[in-house]
T-cell receptor
Framework: DGGITQSPKYLFRKEGQNVTLSCEQN?????MYWYRQDPGQGLRLIYY???????QKGDIAEGYSVSREKKESFPLTVTSAQKNPTAFYLCASSPRLAVETQYFGPGTRLLVL | GQQLNQSPQSMFIQEGEDVSMNCTSSSIFNTWLWYKQDPGEGPVLLIA?????ELTSNGRLTAQFGITRKDSFLNISASIPSDVGIYFC???????????FGKGTKLSVIP
């Protein structure tokens, strides 16, 4: 059945290493999004993509990079430039121009030691 | 930028009680959304509101889009243990591809 897959569920990395978080969807959605969630905070948008080979920065893009080579996939790389990368990362997708109907994946919890 | 205030931050209630939470914004928006997030999972959309004054129900949940278009509330009636989680309001503005989320209301239900 259709949905969004994020893997792995938990990820541990050493400080200074880049790490890539996976997000795959089989909902045939054009748009995909990456959010960061910290304890007691709402979701903050990192990057979004409305169509393949195009993406835009969100509110907190510094220290992150993305690619959108395929409609189904929107991987997020947390680079060593991200000063505080430990967080819960959520991927979402929606039909194009229908931002209010976003479906979320189960999230990846990243812990940088 | 726009400010979105959600209250209360947390609530502890007895099973069977009704719950109310609300969000206010500093700007006018076109769409109010309410999400629920279970621990360790992604948020799930509960209710979407598109018109000022709109009142929408989803089972025991009822949400309203304020007349001024700057506020919304979510009510949960006869709470049960599975209502535990974090409830978020979110806004979208016409022509924008972004949602703005509140900080959430953490609900705990005591059996």
């Amino acid at each position: 059945d259709g949905g969004i897959t994020q893997s792995p569920k938990y990820l541990f990395r050493k400080e200074g290493q880049n790490v890539t978080l996976s997000c795959e969807q089989n909902l045939n959605h054009d748009a995909m999004y990456w959010y960061r969630q910290d304890p007691g905070q709402g979701l903050r948008l990192i990057y979004y993509s409305q169509i393949v080979n195009d993406f835009q920065k969100g509110d907190i893009a510094e220290g992150y990079s993305v690619s959108r080579e395929k409609k189904e996939s929107f991987p997020l790389t947390v680079t060593s430039a991200q000063k505080n990368p430990t967080a819960f990362y959520l991927c979402a997708s929606s039909p194009r121009l229908a931002v209010e109907t976003q479906y979320f994946g189960p999230g990846t919890r990243l812990l940088v030691l | 930028g726009q400010q979105l205030n959600q209250s209360p931050q947390s609530m502890f209630i007895q099973e069977g009680e009704d719950v109310s939470m609300n969000c206010t914004s500093s700007s006018i928006f076109n769409t109010w959304l309410w999400y629920k997030q279970d621990p360790g999972e992604g948020p799930v959309l509960l209710i979407a509101l598109y018109k000022a004054g709109e009142l929408t129900s989803n089972g025991r949940l009822t949400a309203q889009f304020g007349i001024t278009r700057k506020d919304s509330f979510l009510n949960i009636s006869a709470s049960i243990p599975s209502d535990v989680g974090i409830y978020f309001c979110a806004l979208s503005r016409a022509g924008s591809y972004q949602l703005t989320f509140g900080k959430g209301t953490k609900l705990s239900v005591i059996p």
